[in-house]
């Protein structure tokens, strides 16, 4: 079973910057595609950012600019550094991975790691 555990949630003040990291348990580029989601109290979870097997991303419009999504291979982890924070970026961000074999898939979500913006 694949274990996706995030780290580097905090505190922070608007303007601020924290870099969230997601370690997985096993060889990260078993991955199809891996992902950053968040979710806000009262608000649905939305994708921030992702990043394919090939290197290719995708970003919220919100975020674009911002954040950057990243894989570092040979510690097997995801990174999200996460620039110029607001307070409508308070949420609890999860990490996302997701295995294909050209016939079935498999998705795993870490537990999840609060970001809080505010003053």
């Known amino acids: 079973q694949v274990q996706l555990v995030e780290s580097g949630g905090d505190l922070v003040q608007p303007g601020g910057s924290l870099r969230l990291s997601c370690a997985v348990s096993?060889?990260?580029?078993?991955?199809?595609?891996m992902a950053w989601y968040r979710q806000a109290p009262g608000n649905q979870r939305e994708l921030v950012a992702q990043?394919?097997?090939?290197?290719?991303?995708n970003y919220l419009d919100s975020v674009k600019g911002r954040f950057t999504i990243s894989r570092e291979s040979a510690k097997n982890t995801m990174d999200l550094q996460m620039n110029n924070l607001q307070p409508e970026d308070t949420a609890v961000y999860y990490c996302?991975?997701?295995?294909?074999?050209?016939?079935?898939?498999?998705?795993?979500w870490g537990q999840g790691t609060q970001v809080t913006v505010s003053s």
């Open positions: 096993e060889n990260i580029f078993s991955m199809y595609v």
């Open positions: 990043i394919a097997r090939g290197g290719s991303t």
């Open positions: 996302y991975g997701k295995k294909f074999n050209g016939v079935i898939s498999y998705t795993y």
